[in-house]
């Protein structure tokens, strides 16, 4: 509707209607003008120049992202982008705290595989007041079990290895496997070097110990061994000390006398390109093998005592030296296949 024209002469209420009709368009006409003229404003305040090279000035809309999306106003784009990034931040951060827990749990495996070249490491072991939960294998928190100590171990270890035992009674089978040792000695806490293991029993009692594809020294000193009726089997026979497939491990002062005689059980066992040296008054009573070599395997016996054995050396394609005390065994030797049992030192030409 537009404004209308004023055709007769006459003023009259006819044109007085007329004229008041046309203010009212007027006014309305103005209203209109003025909200699309605040419409523009609030349209320019979002829009910005963007410029290039020599490319001329061009308006863009401020309301549309990088990625063509388009806000309702300026201020809600800003708002979204400024969430995005404080997420994006949030997120890094994560990141960077997961990498930290990464390399944190790597540096452990590194030390799980390897140990350290500083001082020797000194693992304690106490039946009575250690625990395997809150010890730490301090002499102020022990472990409660020889196993426990032997976990704590890492697969390559430059530095030397003690585990030293209180008094008590260790009814476990300890279990060394795959581990590079320079040395390791597994002993009494206390001082032992008075009790002679033929007259009396030693104070620290385990079950059995094996060392299974080691490589390194070992030492086991002054352990008796018992319960072999409810120990681990190998090749169908129980045992209380063993070392198979590597390593050299010496015995001294260690009391083999639980009577096994009339079952499928032996002292200590040497096979497959392993070595043994009994020695310093070690004791074998009442054993059905005492001694067992199997397989390349080498033993050297130096000084042990022993009586009321069945058998006391079985030589199986292994080579054993040294002798035996009289009386030690009803059967002193047995050697199947190549075995070779050398009872003195002699110089092959």
Same mark, same amino acid.
């Given at each position: 509707?537009?404004?209308?024209?004023?055709?007769?002469?006459?003023?009259?209420?006819?044109?007085?209607?007329?004229?008041?009709?046309?203010?009212?368009?007027?006014d309305?006409?103005?209203?209109?003008?003025?909200?699309?003229?605040?419409?523009?404003?609030?349209?320019?305040?979002?829009?910005?120049?963007?410029?290039?090279?020599?490319?001329?000035?061009e308006?863009?809309?401020?309301?549309?992202?990088?990625?063509?999306?388009?806000?309702?106003t300026?201020?809600?784009?800003?708002?979204?982008?400024?969430?995005?990034?404080?997420?994006?931040?949030?997120? =890094?951060?994560?990141?960077?705290?997961?990498?930290?827990?990464?390399?944190?749990?790597?540096?452990?495996?590194?030390?799980? =595989?390897?140990?350290?070249?500083?001082?020797?490491?000194?693992?304690?072991?106490?039946?009575s007041?250690?625990?395997?939960?809150?010890?730490?294998?301090?002499?102020?928190?022990?472990?409660?079990?020889?196993?426990?100590?032997?976990?704590?171990?890492?697969? !390559?270890?430059?530095?030397?290895?003690?585990?030293? !035992?209180?008094?008590?009674?260790?009814?476990?089978?300890?279990?060394?496997?795959?581990?590079?040792?320079?040395?390791?000695?597994?002993?009494?806490?206390?001082?032992?070097? *008075?009790?002679?293991?033929?007259?009396?029993?030693?104070?620290?009692?385990?079950?059995?110990?094996?060392?299974?594809?080691?490589?390194?020294?070992f030492?086991?000193?002054?352990?008796?061994?018992?319960?072999?009726?409810?120990?681990?089997?190998?090749?169908?026979?129980?045992?209380?000390?063993?070392?198979?497939?590597?390593?050299?491990?010496?015995?001294?002062r260690?009391?083999?006398?639980?009577?096994?005689?009339?079952?499928n /059980?032996?002292?200590?066992?040497? *096979?497959?390109?392993? /070595?043994?040296?009994?020695?310093?008054?070690?004791?074998?009573?009442?054993?059905?093998?005492?001694?067992?070599?199997?397989?390349?395997?080498?033993?050297?016996?130096?000084?042990?005592?022993?009586?009321?054995?069945?058998?006391?050396?079985?030589?199986?394609?292994?080579?054993v030296? *040294?002798?035996?005390?009289?009386?030690?065994?009803?059967?002193?030797?047995?050697?199947?296949?190549?075995?070779?049992?050398?009872?003195?030192?002699?110089?092959l030409?």
């Amino acid at each position: 509707m537009g404004l209308l024209k004023l055709i007769s002469n006459r003023i009259s209420a006819e044109w007085k209607e007329v004229f008041n009709k046309n203010v009212d368009y007027l006014d309305g006409l103005e209203t209109r003008l003025s909200n699309k003229d605040k419409s523009t404003n609030s349209r320019i305040d979002n829009l910005v120049l963007n410029s290039g090279g020599d490319s001329p000035n061009e308006v863009i809309d401020a309301r549309v992202n990088i990625d063509g999306e388009m806000f309702e106003t300026l201020q809600s784009r800003l708002n979204e982008t400024e969430r995005s990034t404080k997420e994006n931040i949030l997120s =890094l951060k994560s990141m960077q705290s997961d990498t930290r827990d990464q390399v944190n749990q790597l540096n452990d495996s590194v030390a799980t =595989l390897v140990g350290g070249g500083g001082e020797a490491i000194d693992l304690y072991v106490s039946a009575s007041i250690g625990s395997d939960q809150t010890g730490n294998g301090t002499e102020e928190r022990p472990f409660a079990t020889i196993q426990t100590a032997v976990n704590q171990i890492p697969l !390559i270890v430059v530095q030397g290895v003690t585990i030293w !035992i209180d008094d008590g009674v260790y009814l476990e089978d300890v279990v060394i496997k795959n581990i590079s040792f320079t040395t390791i000695r597994i002993r009494p806490q206390n001082n032992t070097t *008075g009790i002679d293991p033929s007259t009396s029993d030693l104070p620290v009692k385990v079950r059995s110990i094996g060392f299974y594809q080691c490589k390194g020294y070992f030492q086991v000193s002054s352990i008796q061994f018992v319960d072999q009726i409810n120990g681990l089997l190998f090749e169908g026979y129980s045992y209380g000390l063993l070392v198979e497939q590597g390593g050299y491990l010496a015995v001294e002062r260690c009391k083999f006398a639980e009577d096994t005689r009339n079952r499928n /059980a032996m002292g200590a066992y040497c *096979g497959g390109m392993s /070595a043994m040296n009994l020695y310093t008054t070690t004791y074998f009573y009442r054993q059905n093998i005492a001694i067992h070599t199997k397989l390349m395997g080498q033993v050297n016996l130096s000084s042990i005592k022993g009586s009321e054995n069945t058998k006391g050396v079985r030589c199986l394609a292994a080579i054993v030296r *040294g002798t035996l005390p009289s009386n030690f065994a009803s059967t002193p030797t047995e050697v199947v296949e190549n075995g070779l049992i050398i009872t003195k030192g002699t110089v092959l030409s």
